[in-house]
């Protein structure tokens, strides 16, 4: 089936429903489809990778392809009629569409165009991240900022794009987590992983170990312990790090494991985009049965202040959450 024919089903089991998702649903896999053919040419042509020469709000090298993936993300839901406006990664502030049909479309959508920039140019995985909220502002009017800053409550859905050894979307709604790999023989997305679901415990841990000397004694110890204590239950637990959120969370979900970006001394409030990345990443893993924390709150509880704030992100497994909350607990 495709990503086309199951939204088509999803929407036969509602009756009420406008279509609005779904339509936002098959923009996005659009995007995605344009985004894969550039990032599968980049070790071809040149012209698209490396850097753009300019810096993002954040302080970081845009990347070309980075400009590349924010403008198809932005083109295909402007030229839509499901999306009131966008925010992105790579995008100071909010675009609100601002026509008399997009005024009127339930949703905003926020975007980590291409995370995982680094590895452009090294062939590793990368991915794009979405996370539909519906807006609080009224229909018929512009959206504004409120409708972007808002806790996962308001999230309707929330997916990703993997370009690796094959391309997937994956995306979650309240009604569960599908996966859909790209079938280049016909160009679409086809439903090949039904109904995720994170295994509740794993033997993968995946944090930058680089940093280990600016974590706290808390997040040292937890980490010390996947090496340690797991030698009588057939050894320690393995480390598996690439980088790119995405490929991490992904195989995560897959095999069952646990990802952490703690704060450091040089990210003092976390590295990872709280709407961006951690939200998103959160609700696909808990409507998998994971669970997803700050290291001490809810992600999803957290009600975003600014467009491109910072979080911590400890997400994975529900059984392996558990031990890092209740080590953390135990130490303090
Ligand atoms: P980006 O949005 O600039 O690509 O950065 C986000 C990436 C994540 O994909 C990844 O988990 C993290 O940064 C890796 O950071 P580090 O290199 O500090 O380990
Ligand atoms: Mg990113």
Known sequence: MTLEEFTIQELRNFPKATGQLSGLLRDISLAAKRINVEVNKAGLVHHIIGSTGTTNIQGEEVQKLDEFANAQLINVLRGGINC????SEETDDIMPFDDPMSNKAKYVVLFDPLDGSSNIDVNISIGSIFCIMRRVTPL????TEEDFLQDGKA???AGYIIYGSSTMMVYATRRGVNGFTLDPSIGEFTLSHPNISQPASGTIYSVNYGNFGSFSGQV???IENCQNRHKNNGGP????????????IHRNMLKGGIFLYPTTSKAPNGKLRLLYECMPMAFIVERAGGKASNGSKRILDIKATSLHQRSALIIGSEEMMIEYHNEQRVDT
Request: glycine content about 12%; overall charge neutral; proline content about 4%.
């Open 237 to 248: 637990y393995s480390l598996r790090y690439t980088g790119s959120l995405v490929a991490d």
């Open 84 to 87: 009131a406006g966008i925010a």
């Open 155 to 157: 999230i309707v859905a």
């Open 220 to 222: 040292q110890q937890f």
């Open 140 to 143: 018929g009017t512009p959206c």
